[in-house]
């Protein structure tokens, strides 16, 4: 019997193949990042052509999605990692700061309140009252956090 996509989905899981092989994309993008130029060259742009396909009417095979998102996403990104970027109000990354994400990216928590995610609301809390403390705030301020910037 073929299995059903939830079957697929428990089966990649349990697998971690799909995962392995991103990792491996991610240390060979961690490999050449400081090589590259910031800014992509015009023929890793002009590659991006690549994503504009019709809606699949079935799914995709994950090593054929991470496999394009590698060969044609990878060099089409800014390189901000190694303090080498200084545009808009973006930074580079700290190692140990990807490091956190990629394993917060595993937890897959929805962080909006204690019952979804006690492990984020504790962190929340914690940087909260960093904040207060690092910019001398009064005890009864409160912190709201949010994604994305402005």
Request: a negative charge.
């Amino acid at each position: 019997m073929k299995p059903n996509m939830q079957q697929k989905l428990l089966l990649q899981l349990k697998d971690k193949t799909v995962f392995s092989l991103a990792q491996e994309y991610a240390m060979s993008y961690l490999d050449d990042a400081l090589e590259r130029p910031v800014f992509p060259a015009q023929d890793a742009l002009d590659l991006l052509s690549k994503f504009d396909e019709a809606i699949p009417v079935s799914s995709t095979e994950p090593k054929d999605i991470l496999n394009q998102l590698h060969t044609y996403g990878s060099p089409a990104t800014v390189s901000t990692l190694g303090g080498r970027y200084f545009g808009f109000v973006t930074g580079s990354a700290l190692p140990i700061g990807l490091a956190t994400k990629h394993l917060a990216t595993y937890w897959d928590q929805a962080p909006a309140m204690y019952v979804l995610s006690p492990i984020s609301s504790k962190l929340e809390a914690v940087v909260e009252k960093w904040l207060i403390e690092l910019f001398n705030l009064t005890k009864r301020t409160c912190a709201e956090f949010v994604s994305g910037t402005s």
